[in-house]
């Protein structure tokens, strides 16, 4: 049923759950796994209120992209012993990247964390909230906080 599932990750414990979800659906049904790590832009929005500095959003974008790809070669290590896996680390925005990579890629799931679908994060918008309503294929969303 399932061929490719892509997951989504900052290194946190919660998105931690997810992974290993997504790993375990890999393993049993044979798929890829595509580890997906985003870091926002020196120069979104996000970054700016922040106060992040924007002298050298090139530099800062690189360093960036380095964080990126270590949270996701650690996912990789830690949870996909023994499966297909692939690192997709990318700068911008989190949402944006796991939709875009699961389009890429031909996913048949997308498997994210739970955190921020309540309070305001989940008004305001979320990772999981915006995956749910962006992926072109189907999501699970695994209870973790």
Known sequence: MFKSIVVGTDGSPTA???VAAAAELARQ????????????????????LAGAPLLDSGSEN???QEVANEVG?????????????????????????????????G????????????????????VPNSVSHGAPCAVLIVKTD
């Open 16 to 18: 931690d759950k997810a």
């Open 107 to 126: 996913a048949d799931l997308v498997v994210v964390g739970s955190k921020g679908m309540r309070g305001a994060r989940r008004v305001l918008g979320s």
């Open 73 to 105: 070669q650690r996912a990789i290590e830690t949870w996909a012993k023994g499966i297909d896996a692939e690192l997709h680390g990318v700068v911008g925005d989190p949402a944006d990247a796991i939709c875009d990579t699961a389009a890429g890629v």
């Open 62 to 64: 690189a360093l960036r």
């Open 29 to 48: 049904w044979g798929a890829t796994l595509h580890v997906v790590t985003a870091q926002r832009s020196a120069s979104s929005g996000m970054a700016n």
